[in-house]
């Protein structure tokens, strides 16, 4: 099995997409994984759906979603630690056990009027046990694939897989909310949660081993600047998506077309996943801190026209515009997190990313519930368009850092792997390529 134990390789008309999925396990794990996308993608609109269905309150709404992503952001690192003590097989139908119950409380307390503090805490309860198929799932392609240059093939296929999800998710939870009602949509988007992830608790074969990431003789230190700077991305971008949920929702609903809010949020999906796909398909020679300070600029660049639009087509076509920039910046999140990351740790860095994005829509969601309730959907692109800016700040700070590498002692053997020399020599070969300042980001060609 040469995905697992050296060198790939393989054709140069080969592209990398195809060979990270010829993996032994991939498609199987990554197809298991897509309900739980969609679904993941599918909660915190629903939540908005049904809070405002339940109270008429956006800021009912804003809130009962913030606190849904406080609590996902505080509590997936924690879950993500016991993750790497005691393995994905066992530790995540527990959590769907939990979620099940948690959205199930959400859902009744809603339909029965209860006060707003029982929302907030079902809310909470809620994101606390929402799973981290995405963090589980990078995971697993690193652990089958360390050291080989497809690696970043299978990240650029976890965004797509996300952008895909981000596509289809809002787009049938606005659609079902609007024609059948917000129960329907937050009950679906909690069964393909728990399907997708009970799926992906099956794939045990290509599941980390427990224990394998936590090194037994030294405790890697995770929270250095560099990732620091990435996690204050994360947030931004956060912030960006929570004010987008709100502000569009209430566009949509204000001028009577409720229906729409769902189709509309997606364009911005639709966009991302093509031009990920794109972006994916070409070898880049900038270096990817670079990379990414330019990708969060034209983020905030392309924002601009939210705050001009006064009509539903108007809307959809700015909306587009941000999803060019978000997909590049997707990647190079990741790329970046395993390169700075030791391995150790690195189910934890993931989770720490999505923890950062959940922390962000918390804030935007919140804070933009009440402006909008205040003023008008205009104010909430507003606040958008500053979220664009605290990220391109924090893209800046992390090109600054430059490049860390991980610390000496993290090797394969450490880890209770076996040892590849053309592996090894292959991350001799990425760090040197560091030290140059020519780190060379490969979507496609999956060899050197």
Known sequence: MPALTGRIRTPKQQSGYRTALR??????????????????????????????????????????????????????????????????TRMLPLTLLLHTGAAAL??????????LWMLVGAGVLAGGSLPQIGAQTAARWSHALRGSPVLSSAFALESLGTGLAFLVGPALIGTVSALVSPVVGSGLATILVVAGGLSLSLQRRTAPPPGARVSRKKRVRLMRPGFLALVGTSIGVGLFFGAMQVSVTAFAVGRGTGELAGPLYSVTS??????????????????????LVLALGSLFVLSLPLLTVDQPLALGIALALPGAALAPYMVLSSVLTESRVAPAVLTQAFTWLNSGTAAGIAAGAGITGRVVDA??????????????????????????????????????????????????HQAADHERAEDAGRERHEYVDAEH
């Not at 952001?73 to 003590?85: E, F, N, S, Y």
């Not at 959400?106 to 006060?115: D, M, R, T």
Request: glycine content about 14%; overall charge positive; hydrophobic content about 45%.
């Open 23 to 88: 993996t032994p396990g991939a498609w199987k794990f990554y197809l298991a994984a897509a309900p739980a996308r969609i679904g993941i993608a599918m909660t915190g609109l629903g939540i908005v759906w049904l809070i405002h269905g339940a109270t008429g309150s956006y800021a009912a709404a804003g809130t009962v979603t913030g606190g849904f992503a406080v609590a996902e952001a505080i509590g997936g690192p924690q879950v993500a630690r016991l993750i790497d003590r005691f393995g994905q």
């Open 106 to 115: 959400l859902i009744g307390l809603a339909v029965s009027s209860a006060p």
């Open 270 to 291: 639709l966009v991302s996943l093509l031009v990920g796909f794109a972006y994916g398909a070409r070898r880049w020679r900038l270096p990817a801190p670079t990379q």
């Open 375 to 424: 003023h008008s959907p205009h104010w909430g692109f507003g606040l958008a368009v500053l979220a664009t800016l605290v990220a391109s700040a924090m893209g800046v700070v992390v090109r600054s850092s430059g490049p860390a590498h991980r610390p000496p002692h993290e090797n394969p053997t450490e880890q209770g792997e076996e040892h590849h020399p053309h592996r090894d």
